[in-house]
């Protein structure tokens, strides 16, 4: 009996002590291909990322993940997906157990007409179309029934499992948007977001909108940029990296998939992006992506 309870006891303590722990300033390992990742247990806290984290962004397909697979491809610290899309699936799930984060994306600050909840929108909150968008429309983001449709996504993101948000176009005021919005209300939008995902264990990034980066820096605790590269804007977000936060950066080459070497070092080595994590996608941002070591990979999806 004792040599049986001695058992049971060391068995406990391994068995704990191998938890990964959710938040706290750690992140996931990176494994090498013939390595397993640990799985990540729920969330007890607001996840901490720090700057130099490998990641995937795909917004347009369902991944196809296998769980029982040791690794993913590629095989990176975290995973942008679109929220609605993984909404009915065990996708979040499938890459947690690979010890994989997970950002959950959606747009704040635009309607679209083919999401789930469209229909929850009041046109009069509707503004401009976007441009190349025709049929999405900037939104009130001061609004109280824009900010209720953008707290029940949340709560989505959450009831999914997501360790983030990534929500997108909250830089209406940086476009013809017919509202005039400005950039008070971003922030005041932003910090609005902010705390409704901390109350509910989900980090939050910024996405784009440089012009508020002072402000909202310590509300959020990544950034999510496109093209600062192409518009020399890099250094605005600097700020994230001396607060040993990530930015999540997308540069879309004019020739990608088949990228030259000169592309791949403007994108790769422009002014401010020292510890950016860079990714070089297609505009249409499916599955393939260049990493800056020249390195390409495709994420497996549902056809």
Sequence with gaps: ??????????????????RHPQGGGES???????????????????????SGLSWQIDLTDTLDIDKNDPVVTPNVDVFDIDMFLH????????????????????S?????PYRPDSYKFDKADFGDALDGWPDEHWLNISSPSVRAIMASRIEIAHKMGCDAIDPD???????????????????????????????????IGLKNAGDIVTDVLPLVQFAVNEQCAQYESCDTFSAFIKANKPVFHIEYPSDAPTISATESRSACSAPGTSKFSTVL???DLTGWVEYCDGHTASTDVVS
Aim: proline share 7%; net charge neutral.
């Design 281 to 283: 996608k297609t505009m």
């Design 169 to 203: 176009n909250v830089d209406g005021y940086q476009n013809d948007n017919g509202l005039d919005l400005t950039s008070v209300e971003a922030i005041d939008f932003m910090t609005f977001l902010a705390k409704k995902a901390g109350g509910l264990k989900l980090a």
């Design 28 to 50: 996931p390992p990176t494994s090498s291909p013939s390595s397993t990742s640990t799985p990540l247990s729920p969330p007890t806290s607001v996840w901490k990322p720090t």
């Design 87 to 106: 909404q009915n699936n065990s996708v979040v799930e499938s890459l947690h157990k690979l010890g994989k984060r997970v950002v959950c994306y959606f």
């Design 108 to 112: 704040a600050g635009s309607y679209e």
């Design 1 to 18: 009996m004792v040599v049986l309870i001695l058992a049971l006891a060391l068995g406990l303590g391994l068995g704990l002590g191998l």
